[in-house]
């Protein structure tokens, strides 16, 4: 039994909450909610009234090849972006946690990432990889053919990964670094006294007592990468030959370009429920046995 004073500590501490707790609401579970209903309905063209189709939205995803064909990018762009970061920003983190003249240089060159914005930064990586651009320039010097990076099916997703792990790999350093800080030098210390060397050491210590913080890091660096929009949307539109068209742009084109918003709708909640199902398979695969 709950004694007046305790009722009157979790009012308190609950009234603390609210404020947060609304805004969780409004913010996130009333859109979530909003998209689902979404999905049930469809537009009549005519009068521009919302009719009760049921799952007719979710059963007319099997047959459309545009959207099967952007499922099977966003999961290509994932395979290829996720282990990419996650490598380089260990790499990262390794050097500028070692102790070396012009660390500190090193250090604040790894973070400008992070003082750019995406859509700047994809603006910058469009003037480089353009026909006229730096990229063209350095291969024109070295006598290589140049290449029309953003017009090519092989090349433009390559670019997307770019400039998302340009931006992406110094914010997971960061996660990654404070791992690396949180392991004690006494270990280290004996690893040395044992004989062991430097891969020997990353591989058996380093990599193991990172576990928790790489599992972090692949699980939020995954939620971001399936929501990848901007650097498609603002350089690609999809293309070409829809070697770009990901799965939140092709939500994007049928609700607001198409106007089919229940069939958009039906896109987003589909990709919701991809990822939390790959966010359960990665928290049942790669979580400690303890």
């Known amino acids: 039994m709950l004694t007046d004073r305790s009722w009157r500590v979790n009012i308190k501490a609950y009234s603390f909450l609210l404020p947060a707790l609304c805004l969780i609401f ?3 579970i009333a859109p979530i909610a909003n998209v689902i209903g979404q999905s049930f309905l469809r537009s009549d063209y005519i009068t521009r009234a919302k009719i009760f189709v049921g799952i007719k939205n979710y059963m007319d995803l099997f047959t459309d090849r545009s959207f099967w064909n952007s499922v099977w990018v966003t999961i290509k762009l994932n395979l290829i972006i996720n282990p990419f970061q996650i490598s380089i920003s260990i790499i990262m983190a390794l050097l500028i946690s070692q102790k070396f003249r012009g660390r500190l240089f090193y250090r604040a060159l790894f973070f400008i990432p992070l003082g750019v914005s995406l859509p700047v930064t994809t603006i910058y990586f469009s003037i480089v990889f353009r026909p006229g651009g730096v990229m063209n320039f350095l291969l024109n010097a070295l006598n290589m053919p140049i290449q029309n990076f953003l017009n090519s099916p092989h090349w433009a997703l390559w670019i997307v990964i770019i400039i998302a792990s340009w931006k992406g790999c110094s914010f ?6 404070a791992g690396l800080q949180n392991i004690p030098d006494d270990i280290y210390e004996a690893s040395r006294l044992e004989g062991a060397g430097p891969f020997r050491t990353f591989f058996s210590l380093t990599l193991p007592l990172l576990s928790k913080t790489i599992l972090f890091v692949l699980v939020t660096d995954t939620a971001a990468n ?10 690609t539109r999809g293309g070409p030959d ?11 084109k049928t609700t607001f370009m198409q106007g089919d918003m229940g069939h958009g709708m039906a896109m987003v909640v589909f990709l919701l429920a991809m990822l939390i ?12 046995k303890d």
Not at 277 to 288: A, G, H
């Open 26 to 28: 409004i913010f996130r």
């Open 172 to 177: 997971w350093m960061i996660f990654i670094l």
């Open 226 to 235: 399936f929501m990848m929009f901007i650097p498609v949307f603002m350089l």
């Open 242 to 252: 829809n070697s770009t068209n990901v799965l939140m742009y092709e939500a994007y």
């Open 277 to 288: 199902s790959i966010l359960l398979f990665q928290f049942m695969f790669l979580r400690d």
